[in-house]
């Protein structure tokens, strides 16, 4: 186990396409967070799960914005008619349900939105 | 509302010198507070918590009440701990993370 693992690492789309992320939790997490960060700013929370259930959405994610986690294993976040305001690095964390204070992050998926 | 305030971006100290970086936060509530650090091309991790009261790379932080503020401090600062450090807080059934805007710290020969 590698850790927590995102896919693409970097995605250049135009504005108004839709693009969709994958983020791979280090096995047996059975907690799992999405982050965005913006240039300058530390992580903001957008949503997390806890095994396959969306526990919270931050006033953040807009209707465009939708995450899931079937199976309670991997987890997808998709945006749908991207724009420009989109652009960020999208973080996903995972946690133990023994040691829920410990957040373990992969390296994150660069948006970039023209 | 829960906010959480890094006042300095850049930091720049000499190798063997002390340095702090400050952090205040405001949480209606109990909050855990965390220190994240992010080397370069690393993913971002985790350093301090303060409920774990403990030392990790010489680094120590101690969470004040009453000022709301949990300080980041090592007394001999190295080449090594040159990095992006992030100030979180969470509550403490969520664990979601609040984060500053981060301090870049380097630490100069």
């Known amino acids: 186990d590698t850790g927590v693992s995102q896919d693409p690492r970097h995605k250049i789309t135009k504005r108004g396409q839709n693009v969709t992320f994958r983020c791979d939790p280090i096995?047996?997490?059975?907690?799992l967070y999405w982050y965005r960060q913006t240039l300058g700013q530390g992580p903001e929370f957008l949503t997390y799960f806890q095994n396959e259930a969306q526990l919270e959405k931050s006033r953040l994610l807009s209707d465009r914005f939708s995450a899931e986690r079937p199976k309670g294993s991997f987890s997808t976040l998709e945006i749908q008619r991207t724009e420009q305001g989109d652009s960020a690095m999208y973080l996903c964390?995972?946690?133990?349900?023994?040691?829920?204070?410990?957040?373990?992050f992969g390296p994150g998926t660069r948006l970039t939105v023209l | 509302a829960q906010r959480v305030t890094q006042p300095e971006k850049l930091l720049s100290v000499f190798k063997g010198a002390p340095v702090e970086l400050k952090c205040n936060y405001s949480y209606s509530g109990s909050p855990e507070l965390f220190w994240y650090v992010q080397y370069s091309r690393q993913r971002l991790q985790l350093l301090l918590r303060h409920i774990s009261r403990e030392s990790i790379k010489g680094f120590t932080a101690d969470l004040n009440k009453g000022e709301t503020s949990f300080h980041l401090k090592k007394p001999f600062a190295q080449e090594e701990d040159s990095a992006m450090y992030y100030c979180a807080l969470s509550g403490s059934n969520d664990y979601k993370l609040s984060f500053g805007a981060g301090t870049t710290v380097t630490v100069r020969a």
């Open positions: 964390a995972s946690t133990l349900a023994e040691v829920p204070d410990t957040q373990y």
């Open positions: 096995s047996e997490h059975n907690r």
